[in-house]
């Protein structure tokens, strides 16, 4: 349905108007647009903010810095409580079941052992420190923390080339790379029958 008197009204004032005030064309250009600046009553106010400084302190950091800063807690420490912990601690760590790894340290040529949770090889990420030159070697990483995907020793060695021989000593998995596998103390116990 037209409208008449709608259509001879913009007709009408289309005429009255000079033709520099009346656009012929009905679409702009983008920049056209942009740059037009809306009227100060139409101008929406943004929220003011508080502008926010950076201070370049470490708080409650391993600095050696003595500042006098509080705690992270406020638990007191007390010796003899931390013995008992500890004690605790030492307890449970012998009762779970773990590995020994004995390796030698690449960049350094140091051989050292290290004992590890099954359960932090199997579920978590394990990292061992060499104590000579103090690296982190990684061992296991199933968090995707140093790789991307689920990662075992046998993985990480098989990437660089190397192959390691898995065995069984009474119930036990071992790993060696030479054949040869060791009892705890140190004595060897037998060599070369190992699984790969």
Same mark, same amino acid.
Not at 35 to 57: E, F, G, V
Not at 87 to 104: D, V
Not at 127 to 134: A, F, Y
């Given at each position: 349905?037209?409208? /008449?008197?709608? #259509? ?22 983008? #920049? ?5 600046? /809306? &009227?100060?009553?139409?101008? *929406?106010? @943004? ?13 409650? &950091?391993?600095?050696? &810095?003595?500042?006098?800063? #509080? /705690? *992270? $807690? ?8 931390? %013995? ?13 079941? %773990? ?7 690449? /960049? ?13 090889? +199997? !579920? ?9 030159? +103090? ?6 990483? +199933? ?5 991307? @995907? !689920? $990662?075992? *020793? ?8 190397? !192959? ?18 060791? @009892?705890?103390?140190?004595? !060897? ?8």
């Amino acid at each position: 349905m037209r409208l /008449p008197s709608l #259509s001879y009204g913009l007709r009408a004032l289309n005429t009255s108007l000079p033709r520099t005030a009346i656009s012929r064309t009905t679409t702009r250009p983008f #920049s056209q647009l942009i740059n037009r600046l /809306p &009227s100060s009553s139409t101008q *929406l106010q @943004k929220p003011q903010r508080p502008a926010i400084t950076y201070h370049a302190l470490r708080f409650n &950091s391993s600095s050696s &810095s003595s500042t006098g800063q #509080s /705690p *992270l $807690t406020d638990r007191q420490t007390d010796a003899q409580s931390d %013995a008992q912990h500890e004690e605790q601690n030492r307890l449970r760590r012998e009762q779970e079941p %773990a590995y020994q790894i004995t390796f030698t340290c690449k /960049p350094c040529g140091e051989r050292s052992s290290h004992r590890m949770s099954k359960h932090g090889y +199997h !579920k978590g990420t394990v990292l061992i420190r060499c104590p000579s030159c +103090h690296n982190r070697h990684v061992i296991a990483d +199933h968090l995707n923390i140093f790789f991307d @995907k !689920k $990662t075992t *020793l046998e993985d990480i060695m098989e990437k660089q080339g190397d !192959k390691v021989t898995r065995g069984y000593l009474e119930g036990d998995m071992e790993f060696w790379d030479d054949g040869v596998a060791f @009892k705890r103390d140190g004595q !060897k116990e037998k060599s070369g029958d190992g699984q790969s």
